[in-house]
């Protein structure tokens, strides 16, 4: 049978063993033929939009238990960290890093972009299905164990300056919005302790992901850990290094104690 490659790739237990679900939505390596004879810039370049290999990073966590979505599909063909409705009009979208991506360092990436009928439509095969599948993940997670905690897995070039230089993790959580104060001290804490400098929100607070899904009113926190390329990949940040494997412990470790920080009993009401 052949896979479905615009489809998400559900990994680890058949049921939520954990109240853990991981998201990866940018490592996806699959590029249509469509993308071959609309792009105005080597498929190189196109390539730099990946969170490249990202979705290595989570296979210590899966193997505890996790439950994780990850991506099939390329960035370049339709970016699901982002609103499914893009009017052009928002900072990423701006700056060419809207639903579909548009600009890269400058460049224009495409002859003619995907016009009004293509978008929707890649909205209703790709992304649509990404997020009804974490949506359902954590709706089960949720139901096995009263709480549920999404973790948005990404990857980001070296900070060298400005918000967050020098760090190895970005931890987001839309400036307090989308996961319990607790969690992300939690995380920070135990990245510390593993000697990882951390940034919190800066320069990555976390996009549409964790915003949509992450409700903690609902017992449903969510964050985005953003890792340092250079740790897990080789010069040139194309191929896994031999760090790999380190960075894959330390994301299990963090998703460790962000469970444990969730597990917080749920607060009494008023009138008790």
């Given at each position: 049978?052949?896979?479905?490659?615009f489809a998400p790739l559900r990994r680890g237990p058949a049921y939520a063993q954990t109240p853990l679900v991981i998201s990866v939505p940018h490592a996806g390596r699959?590029?249509?033929?469509?993308?071959?004879?609309?792009?105005?810039?080597?498929?190189?370049?196109?390539?730099?939009?990946?969170?490249?290999?990202?979705?290595?990073?989570?296979?210590?966590?899966?193997?505890?238990?996790?439950?994780?979505?990850?991506?099939?599909?390329?960035?370049?063909?339709?970016?699901?960290?982002?609103?499914?409705?893009?009017?052009?009009?928002?900072?990423?979208?701006?700056?060419?890093?809207?639903?579909?991506?548009?600009?890269?360092?400058?460049?224009?990436?495409?002859?003619?972009?995907?016009?009004?009928?293509?978008?929707?439509?890649?909205?209703?095969?790709?992304?649509?299905?990404?997020?009804?599948?974490?949506?359902?993940?954590?709706?089960?997670?949720?139901?096995?164990?009263?709480?549920?905690?999404?973790?948005?897995?990404?990857?980001?070039?070296?900070?060298?300056?400005?918000?967050?230089?020098?760090?190895?993790?970005?931890?987001?959580?839309?400036?307090?919005?989308?996961?319990?104060?607790?969690?992300?001290?939690?995380?920070?804490?135990?990245?510390?302790?593993?000697?990882?400098?951390?940034?919190?929100?800066?320069?990555?607070?976390?996009?549409?992901?964790?915003?949509?899904?992450?409700?903690?009113?609902?017992?449903?926190?969510?964050?985005?850990?953003?890792?340092?390329?250079?740790?897990?990949?080789?010069?040139?940040?194309?191929?896994?290094?031999?760090?790999?494997?380190?960075?894959?412990?330390?994301?299990?470790?963090?998703?460790?104690?962000?469970?444990?920080?969730?597990?917080?009993?749920?607060?009494?009401?008023?009138?008790?």
């Amino acid at each position: 049978m052949t896979r479905d490659l615009f489809a998400p790739l559900r990994r680890g237990p058949a049921y939520a063993q954990t109240p853990l679900v991981i998201s990866v939505p940018h490592a996806g390596r699959f590029y249509p033929e469509e993308i071959a004879a609309a792009r105005a810039v080597p498929q190189r370049v196109i390539e730099e939009l990946e969170d490249r290999h990202a979705d290595l990073l989570i296979g210590a966590a899966v193997g505890e238990g996790a439950v994780a979505i990850v991506a099939q599909c390329a960035r370049a063909w339709i970016d699901l960290n982002r609103a499914p409705v893009d009017d052009g009009e928002g900072r990423h979208a701006r700056g060419g890093l809207g639903l579909i991506p548009t600009r890269l360092g400058g460049q224009l990436l495409w002859r003619t972009p995907p016009d009004a009928d293509a978008r929707a439509a890649r909205v209703a095969v790709v992304h649509r299905p990404y997020h009804a599948a974490i949506a359902a993940a954590l709706a089960e997670a949720r139901a096995l164990h009263g709480f549920a905690l999404l973790i948005d897995c990404h990857s980001m070039p070296p900070i060298r300056r400005g918000p967050g230089a020098g760090a190895a993790l970005v931890i987001g959580d839309r400036h307090g919005r989308s996961a319990d104060r607790m969690i992300i001290d939690a995380v920070a804490a135990a990245a510390q302790a593993r000697s990882l400098s951390v940034s919190r929100n800066a320069p990555y607070a976390g996009a549409y992901t964790i915003e949509h899904h992450g409700i903690p009113e609902r017992r449903c926190d969510a964050l985005q850990l953003e890792w340092d390329r250079s740790l897990y990949l080789r010069q040139g940040l194309r191929e896994p290094n031999a760090g790999i494997s380190a960075i894959a412990q330390h994301f299990a470790a963090l998703c460790r104690a962000a469970i444990a920080a969730a597990e917080r009993p749920p607060l009494l009401d008023a009138a008790e």
